[in-house]
T-cell receptor, first 113, second 114 residues
Framework: GNSVTQMEGPVTLSEEAFLTINCTYTATGYPSLFWYVQYPGEGLQLLLKATKADDKGSNKGFEATYRKETTSFHLEKGSVQVSDSAVYFCALAKETSGSRLTFGEGTQLTVNP | NAGVTQTPKFRILKIGQSMTLQCTQDMNHNYMYWYRQDPGMGLKLIYYSVGAGITDKGEVPNGYNVSRSTTEDFPLRLELAAPSQTSVYFC?????????????FGSGTQLSVL
C-alpha cells in the first residue's frame, strides 16, 4: 500500500537558518505529492504540491521537488522565520484530485528569534 | 468566509458515552472527509463522502458512523466511546479544480475518553 515517511522531529532552528524536512514515499504508479502545514490551534492548510516527476512546488518561500528516482519530496526554505513555526505534513494521493490522502507523521518545527 | 466549521473544539467523554462531532461547510463542496490525528502519527481517514446521501469507509472506520443528508453537513457519530478514540478529529472538504484542487480543513475537535 501507499505510505509516507518523514524525518523525525522536532526540529528547532534559529531565525534565518536553512530548513530541510525530508519526506520519502512508497506508492505504485504516479502519485501526486503535497506538503500541508498546521499552525498552532488551526487545521491543516495546503502549502504546496507537485503532480508529476520533476515538478517543483513552491509557496511562501518553501520549495519541494518531486524526485521519482529517489521517491522523495523534501521540503526546503532558505531562511526561516519565527512565523514558520508549525507542524509540517507530507502527503500523497494516487489521483491528481488530491482526495484520499495518505499522510506522513508530521514534523514539528520551532523557529527561535 | 466561514469555510469548514467544526464543533465542539474540546470534549471529554466517559467510556461508553456517545456523542456527535459536527462539521459543516459553506463552499458547496461535494467531497467531505473525517480524519483523526494521533500524537506522533499522520492523519488517518475515518470516513468520507462524495456527495449528499453517499458515504464510504476510510482506513479506520470501526467505532464510528457518519451521515450526509445535505451537502453542507457531515456529522461523525461515536456510539460507545472508548479510550482508543482519544484523538484530534479533523473534518475537511475538497474544492477547486485541476491544479487548484485542494482540501480545506476545519480547526479540529480534541476528544478525550476517560
Amino acid at each position: 500500500g501507499n505510505s509516507v515517511t518523514q524525518m523525525e522531529g522536532p526540529v528547532t532552528l534559529s531565525e534565518e537558518a536553512f530548513l530541510t524536512i525530508n519526506c520519502t514515499y512508497t506508492a505504485t504508479g504516479y502519485p501526486s505529492l503535497f506538503w500541508y502545514v498546521q499552525y498552532p490551534g488551526e487545521g491543516l492548510q495546503l502549502l504546496l504540491k507537485a503532480t508529476k516527476a520533476d515538478d517543483k512546488g513552491s509557496n511562501k518561500g518553501f520549495e519541494a521537488t518531486y524526485r521519482k528516482e529517489t521517491t522523495s519530496f523534501h521540503l526546503e526554505k532558505g531562511s526561516v522565520q519565527v512565523s514558520d513555526s508549525a507542524v509540517y505534513f507530507c502527503a500523497l494521493a494516487k489521483e491528481t484530485s488530491g482526495s484520499r490522502l495518505t499522510f506522513g507523521e508530521g514534523t514539528q518545527l520551532t523557529v527561535n528569534p | 468566509n466561514a469555510g469548514v466549521t467544526q464543533t465542539p473544539k474540546f470534549r471529554i467523554l466517559k467510556i461508553g458515552q456517545s456523542m456527535t462531532l459536527q462539521c459543516t461547510q459553506d463552499m458547496n463542496h461535494n467531497y467531505m472527509y473525517w480524519y483523526r490525528q494521533d500524537p506522533g502519527m499522520g492523519l488517518k481517514l475515518i470516513y468520507y463522502s462524495v456527495g449528499a446521501g453517499i458515504t464510504d469507509k476510510g482506513e479506520v472506520p470501526n467505532g464510528y458512523n457518519v451521515s450526509r443528508s445535505t451537502t453542507e453537513d457531515f456529522p461523525l457519530r461515536l456510539e460507545l466511546a472508548a479510550p482508543s478514540q482519544t484523538s484530534v478529529y479533523f473534518c475537511a472538504s475538497r474544492g477547486g479544480t485541476g491544479v487548484n484542487e485542494k482540501l480545506f480543513f476545519g480547526s479540529g475537535t480534541q476528544l478525550s475518553v476517560l
